[in-house]
């Protein structure tokens, strides 16, 4: 099956500073890579994400990129503000439509 | 307004109580998921169902059981609690072609 790996674990950034978060695959059939941001007692949220068929997405502050060859795709987030911090988590969709899921990365954006 | 919902949103019980989490997902669609996550820590997936009466274990061991008799509807059982089920339990739901998961606001477990 799929395995997807995350790093950083935590990140601090000074808020205005950009947040890049990495994450690696080993499925090459994996097709879809969507990103979620969860904060503290809520739901994980849908960010961002990016179909297999694409290299580069962005929307505002939020940019997500995929390199099919090496199997890796990255967050990143430009001027961040402290209402970014949050856990954010990445994953693959494989085959049978099943999500795996990274391990999350904390992220304090400090004011 | 197409969302996720689940209940209870807390819930603590004693051990060997049975007890059923529900959710259900006004989205529309085909496929549902349930994972368990302690806070802030990986998502782990322990049931998932394509449509209705299909239902898969996930990769975590679990001793719940699932139904999906209607669409919209997965509710999940664990027939006698222990304080190792003390976690959150999140339902999930997703569309089979374009993929997006949406998540549901998530069901807190404590087992004394």
């Known amino acids: 099956g799929e395995n997807v790996e995350q790093h950083p674990s935590t990140l601090s950034v000074q808020e205005g500073d950009s947040a890049v978060i990495k994450c690696t695959y080993s499925?090459?059939?994996?097709?879809?890579f969507p990103w979620y941001k969860q904060e503290l007692g809520k739901r994980p949220q849908l960010i961002i994400d990016i179909r297999s068929n694409v290299g580069e997405k962005k929307d505002q502050r939020i940019a997500v990129t995929l390199n099919k060859t090496a199997k890796h795709f990255s967050l990143h987030i430009t001027e961040t503000q402290p209402e970014d911090s949050a856990v954010y988590f990445c994953?693959?969709?494989?085959?049978?439509?099943?999500?795996?899921f990274g391990t999350g990365t904390s992220l304090t954006v400090i004011p | 307004e197409a969302d996720i919902y689940q209940t209870p949103r807390y819930l603590v019980i004693g051990t060997g109580k049975k007890i059923t989490l529900e959710c259900s997902q006004t989205?529309?669609?085909?496929?549902m998921y349930w994972y368990q996550q302690d806070p802030g820590m990986e998502l782990h997936l322990i049931h998932y169902s394509y449509g209705v009466n299909s239902t898969e274990k996930g990769d975590l061991s679990s001793e719940s059981t699932v139904s999906r008799i209607r669409t919209e509807h997965f509710p999940l059982t664990l027939e006698s609690a222990r304080p190792s089920h003390t976690s959150q339990y999140l339902c999930a739901s997703s569309e089979y072609e374009r993929g997006e998961q949406f998540f549901g606001p998530g069901t807190r477990l404590t087992v004394l």
């Open positions: 989205m529309g669609h085909d496929k």
């Open positions: 994953a693959a969709r494989g085959t049978g439509n099943q999500f795996y």
């Open positions: 499925d090459s059939a994996s097709n879809y």
